[in-house]
């Protein structure tokens, strides 16, 4: 689809058209040009509203395109050289531009990169022309910006980082030149608050948080005077929540809870706002849900349980209300099993073991294969604690047996520990077989530690860490051989 600065690159065109008609008599040949011009971008529009549709379609209009392109560009040159009253170059230079844009986005869709950026840089010169001749004209600023933009798009998603940075920071560049004469056109802000949001969440990507952080505050402050000034655009309050919600994550990636729980506190209320206007709208409903139990997992950590728990079943809520069709889409049966697992972590936290055991089997019916170990065991270790240690080793053994991850192995062995404990304290086993049962599953969860140290699980001294600090291995850590295990790590 076009953007709002295309829409306004067709604007200019359809003066282009509307000059050459007017000197219709003097100059067929011009007219001719042109048309031809219109036609081709015309085909390109449809070409991009059909890209998903079918290839063959895009690739034969693509054709169609380029054919009349050059066509326009043999007419151009012809009407150039004759004398007499012509339209102005900047009419041609806008159609042509708005041409180039336009194959670049086919281009690229279609799987021809180099051609892609090729036709974006000969549509970025012509528009940089136009910007220089014609200052005065602030949609050609907007255009200009756009064709930066979109070449940054194209670097971004074929792994040039660097050239994508480069862009997208020419693209901003453009537009904050073009705000300062123009700040209150919506469009004009809307366009530099998203270069500014793409180009953050690329520094997100890269580490960059103080960066990532910088440009997406601008385009928050961007977005929140949009939404308050315009209340009736839909659009521009899902861009506030949109950006709330990456604030929030990069806070909490970047370990700054009270940061995160702030942004994530008014992503929630954003979100309210966009699925109360739109409750048909699926995708934003999961978005909402997505975001309250990122907020949970943030205050489960910085604030305990309890609150966590609120927002984890505020989550499990929304998701709850989905029509069934939709809950078994695997994205959103992940979200599902996120929810449920993230209410049965806080329910551990509160000692409510029951309450979590149900949760985690909720979550298991909704989980993809390749999650559908790690919650088994997180559902093995709550069976160990409640004294099922049975079911719980058997669960934890079987994990090793069947090659799990490191990982996944040093889980297993934190289940054992913990099933010793319980056996050791649990007064229903006959005293004869106690004993034995609690050696036991010591043996087998340190036999799991030393499978980790073999694979170089406790390399990473943030592993040996959890190992020390986890008052479920504390048993252990006086036995020989996890000394020694330990001490060879060290060396």
Known sequence: LLTIAEAKARGDRDFAVDALIEVREQRAAAVVANMEAQRATVAAIQAETDARK????????????????ADFERERE???????ALPTRADYQAVLASNFHNLAGLQFATGNTTEAIDSYQKAIEARAMLVVDHAQIA?????LATSYHSLANVHH???????????????????????????????????????????GDLQREQGNVVEAIRHLEKSLGLRNQLAAANPTVAEYEWQLATTLTSLGQLNQEADRPADAIGFFLEAVESWQSVVTNDATNAENRLAYADVCRSLGDVLLIA?????????????????TDLPVILAAQANVAELITKAHAARATAFTELGSYQEALVEFDQALLSVAETDRTRIRLDRALILARTGRHDVATAEANNVVTNGATPELVFVAAKVLSVASLTVRDDDSIDNNIQGGLERQYADQAVGHLQACRRANYFNDAENVKRLEADADFHHLL??????????????
């Not at 290839?55 to 169609?64: D, I, N, P, R, Y």
């Not at 012809?78 to 007499?84: D, I, P, V, Y």
């Not at 997208?168 to 802000?189: C, D, F, H, M």
């Open 54 to 69: 079918s290839e063959a379609v895009v690739k034969q209009k693509l054709e169609l395109l380029q054919t009349n392109l």
């Open 78 to 84: 012809l009407a150039e050289k004759r004398t007499g």
């Open 157 to 199: 998603e074929t792994g040039d980082l660097d050239k994508a940075i480069s862009y997208y920071n020419e693209a901003i560049a453009v537009r904050e030149k073009l705000l300062e004469g123009n700040g209150r056109t919506p469009e004009y802000r809307s366009a530099l608050a998203e270069s500014l949001f793409v180009l």
């Open 139 to 143: 949609d050609y600023r907007d255009v």
């Open 303 to 319: 604030k305990g349980a309890p609150p966590a728990l609120s927002w984890y079943s505020k989550s499990v809520e929304i998701l």
């Open 478 to 491: 006086k036995r020989t051989d996890v000394q020694l295990l330990l001490s060879r790590q060290q060396n």
